[in-house]
């Protein structure tokens, strides 16, 4: 499956792929930019057909705070808009409606994005733990991340490997080894780690800007 931005509604593939012949035994599955959490979600909330390995390519797996190209930190016209964003993002409608809000996390207000938050939330176990979530997520034979060095369309990149500010504050930031997500591990990850179920890419480029040598090399042996 190759997936660049879609619905992240529950099952929204199921019926397609579950009545695909060559899909019985399993496909891979690869996600570009905002495709990636949502075939994470695929994963966790439809095991049949299974997945196999998982190919995130620029995904914001702990969500974005941010805006694409925004001109740094120090701009009052970003944290303006992100304020802006803020009032609105969590509020029923706009969470139904608009994709973009499906994963935007506010780390100034974690109990809001955790109570109000559809989608993300969701599937980063952060109000419950589902088990079969869990077991879904574990059941893949490789999670692959993709991180671009250079980009400039995600804020903070670090969600491309799991990573997020830490919570309460929008300038440090943690690892996805050093988040609650994976010291408690709430969805597997950490045992993944260990049983060496992640694997974490770079490339020196800005957001999905890569070429086709580096793709052959490094993504290419997990689509096989």
């Not at 010291?183 to 990850?189: A, F, I, P």
């Amino acid at each position: 499956g190759f997936i660049r931005g879609s619905s992240p509604h529950r099952c929204v593939w199921v019926s397609v792929l579950s009545q695909d012949p060559k899909l019985k035994g399993g496909y891979n599955a690869m996600g570009f930019s905002q495709g990636s959490q949502f075939l994470r979600a695929v994963a966790q909330r439809c095991p049949n057909p299974p997945m196999k390995n998982l190919i995130s390519v620029g995904g914001q797996h702990q969500g974005v705070f941010g805006l694409p190209r925004c001109p740094g930190e120090s701009s009052h016209i970003c944290e303006w808009i992100r304020k802006m964003l803020n009032s609105g993002a969590y509020t029923d409608t706009v969470q139904k409606h608009l994709v973009q809000a499906q994963y935007w996390h506010d780390p100034l207000n974690d109990d809001l994005y955790k109570k109000h938050s559809l989608f993300l939330a969701d599937i980063n176990q952060e109000r419950v733990v589902n088990e079969t979530y869990k077991k879904n997520l574990m059941s893949l034979n490789k999670f692959v991340m993709v991180k671009f060095l250079q980009d400039t369309m995600v804020d903070p990149v670090d969600s491309e490997w799991f990573g997020f500010y830490k919570p309460g504050q929008d300038k440090e930031l943690e690892t996805l080894q050093e988040s609650a997500i994976y010291t408690e591990d709430r969805l597997g990850l950490a045992e993944m780690d260990s049983a060496g179920k992640l694997v974490f890419l770079a490339t020196d480029g800005d957001h999905l800007q890569f070429t086709r040598e580096w793709f052959n090399d490094n993504l290419l042996p997990y689509l096989r």
